[in-house]
């Protein structure tokens, strides 16, 4: 059993960057591959990053490639996602996951509460 809560999202304007933390309980953290997944207003939760178990090895969607980078420490069970360049799209409630990597939420058995992100133009 893993319990995710994630933390970081606020308003920021267009250019801007934050960093978003997801915060893992359970002695079995290390063994799951990590992602992050978004919900725009109006959207369906899509895929947004993935990192496998040992780190070394990642993922994103084609929209985020080049701004955000998702990245772990195991030793504290802590997942963290990058965003740099924000765009208005990129606005969204943002849920971290824990499961099998893939770009599915099928894939992903675990998932926090989610934190908003808001980027004005």
């Known amino acids: 059993q893993v319990q995710l809560v994630e933390s970081g999202g606020g308003l920021v304007q267009a250019g801007g960057s934050l960093r978003l933390s997801c915060a893992a309980s359970?002695?079995?953290?290390?063994?799951?591959?990590m992602g992050w997944f978004r919900r725009a207003p109006g959207k369906e939760r899509e895929f947004v990053a993935a990192?496998?178990?040992?780190?070394?090895?990642?993922d994103y969607t084609h929209s985020v490639k080049g701004r955000f980078t998702i990245s772990r420490d195991n030793a504290k069970n802590m997942v963290y996602l990058q965003m740099n360049s924000l765009k208005p799209e990129d606005t969204a409630v943002y849920y971290c996951?824990?499961?099998?990597?893939?770009?599915?939420?099928?894939?992903?058995?675990?998932w926090g509460q989610g934190t908003q992100v808001t980027v004005s133009s």
């Open positions: 359970g002695r079995t953290f290390s063994s799951y591959a």
């Open positions: 990192i496998s178990w040992t780190g070394g090895s990642t």
């Open positions: 996951a824990a499961g099998f990597m893939g770009t599915t939420e099928m894939e992903y058995d675990y």
